[in-house]
C-alpha cells in the first residue's frame, strides 16, 4: 500500500468515526432537550400548586385547555382541592398534600438536574473527540496534498 493508499485509508476511518459520533451527538442533543423540556413542565406544576396553595379563595375559576396546542379553552369553576394528584412514575399516581407534591416534585427536579449534567457532560466529551478526529483529518490532507 503506497503512502497516499495509507492516508486516505486513514481519512475514511477517521471519516466513519466522524460520522458515528456525529449521529451520537445529535440523540444526545435529543435527549438533553427532552430532559430540559420534562424539568420546566415538573417546575411549572411546583408554581402551579404553590399558587393553589397560597390561594385563599375557596372557588375561583379557571380555564382549561381542550387539546395541548392551547386552540381551545372553557372557563371552568374549582373548588380549591385539599390535595394534588401527582405522577408517581410506571402510570401510578397518588393523591398528595400540597407541601408532599412539592417535595415530590422538588425530589425529580433534583434527580433530572443530575441527569442533564451527565448528557452534557457526555456530550462535552463527545464534541470533544469530533474536533480531535477534525484536527487529525487535517492534518492527514496537508501530509496527502
Given at each position: 500500500?503506497?503512502?497516499?493508499e495509507d492516508i486516505q485509508a486513514q481519512m475514511r ?51 382549561i385547555s381542550l387539546d395541548r396546542g392551547g386552540n ?53 466529551k463527545v464534541v470533544q473527540y469530533m474536533e480531535a ?13
Amino acid at each position: 500500500m503506497s503512502k497516499e493508499e495509507d492516508i486516505q485509508a486513514q481519512m475514511r476511518a477517521l471519516i466513519e468515526q466522524y460520522v458515528v459520533l456525529q449521529n451520537y451527538a445529535e440523540s444526545l442533543q435529543r435527549d438533553l432537550n427532552t430532559v430540559i423540556g420534562v424539568l420546566s413542565e415538573i417546575r411549572l406544576a411546583k408554581e402551579t400548586i404553590s399558587s393553589l396553595k397560597d390561594e385563599k379563595r375557596n372557588e375561583f375559576e379557571v380555564l382549561i385547555s381542550l387539546d395541548r396546542g392551547g386552540n381551545a379553552y372553557v372557563k371552568a369553576p374549582v373548588t380549591k382541592p385539599e390535595k394534588v394528584i401527582i405522577n408517581i412514575g410506571a402510570g401510578y399516581y397518588a393523591s398528595l398534600d400540597y407541601d408532599k407534591a412539592i417535595e415530590v416534585l422538588t425530589q425529580r427536579e433534583t434527580e433530572l438536574a443530575k441527569v442533564i449534567q451527565s448528557i452534557q457532560g457526555e456530550l462535552s466529551k463527545v464534541v470533544q473527540y469530533m474536533e480531535a478526529i477534525r484536527a487529525k483529518l487535517g492534518e492527514l490532507r496537508g501530509r496527502k496534498g
